[in-house]
């Protein structure tokens, strides 16, 4: 990503204190229907979006909105306007990330928020509330969880992965005897956090995330010292007229290059 230049950085830090404070809100709003049934629709036969999803995507567009009119919006709980297009800055929100997880009482479930410029994530705010736990990072200036810098671990013996099972058995063979496969986790972004935060190595992710899932964590990771490639090895854009990734793979070293290989030979549309 580009150095920004002074103005572009002091906006940058305008905007992440906006974001800590909507996703906290937005984050206190979900916590209330947290083990208390909320009303559930499905999406397309399969996902599922709660009540919670739309109180918390409500309240984020209005109190963003209002501070930053100018700004395109772009989240999994509002029909897309092709009209963000030509707004310099977007934001990007997941109101809910791990909608599926929250219906069924886990606990790793966050709000997602990120400001996106030129296809990249600007600033970024991952809110936990039920972890207990709130990420968030600008360019150039470090990760943090709860205030405390992060970073991701260097693979040693022994490393954790996540993401589709079926994805161990494409490893190369001298990698298999040192591999743990971490317990699923239905929200990406929280995935992606537990890598900048050294708590897990890696993780593949299977084609479809959406900007919403990842423009937040992957600058979290980013700053951390891990990477999010896609199958020709580049970090991915947001915020664009496509929304939607192919495979991914996030984490650092010699462990991400050879999941980045692994993909590179994926079959994809």
Excluded at 87 to 95: K, L, S, Y
Aim: proline content about 7%.
């Amino acid at each position: 990503m580009p150095e920004l230049d002074p103005v572009t950085s002091a906006g940058a830090h305008e905007d992440l204190s906006l974001l800590r404070e909507a996703a906290r809100e937005a984050g206190v709003i979900a916590l209330r229907y947290f083990g208390n049934n909320p009303q559930v629709w499905m999406k397309g036969g399969t996902s599922p979006v709660s009540e919670a999803d739309h109180a918390a995507d409500a309240y984020l567009r209005d109190a963003l909105l209002a501070a930053r009119p100018d700004y395109g919006w772009l989240s999994e709980e509002t029909a897309d306007n092709p009209a963000r297009l030509s707004a310099r800055r977007t934001f990007v929100v997941d109101p809910i990330d791990g909608t599926r997880g929250f219906l069924e009482g886990q606990r790793t479930w966050c709000v997602s928020v990120a400001v996106v410029e030129d296809g990249h994530t600007l600033c970024g705010v991952l809110e936990c509330p039920a972890m207990g736990e709130t990420y968030w990072a600008l360019p150039g200036e470090g990760a943090f969880k709860n205030g405390q810098r992060i970073a991701a671990r260097k693979p040693g013996q022994m490393v954790e992965i996540a993401g589709p099972k079926p994805m161990a058995d494409l490893m190369p063979a001298e990698w298999r005897p040192r591999l743990k496969w971490a317990p699923y986790s239905p929200s990406l972004a929280y995935r992606l956090a537990m890598i900048a935060d050294g708590a897990l190595d890696a993780t593949f992710v299977k084609p479809n995330a959406h900007d919403w899932d990842i423009a937040a964590a992957d600058l979290i990771l980013r700053e951390s010292g891990g990477q999010l490639l896609d199958r020709h090895g580049r970090a991915p854009l947001y915020a664009g007229e496509v929304i939607r990734h192919g495979a991914l793979v996030a984490g650092s070293g010699e462990l991400l290059d050879v999941m980045a290989g692994l993909i590179a030979e994926l079959d994809e549309p």
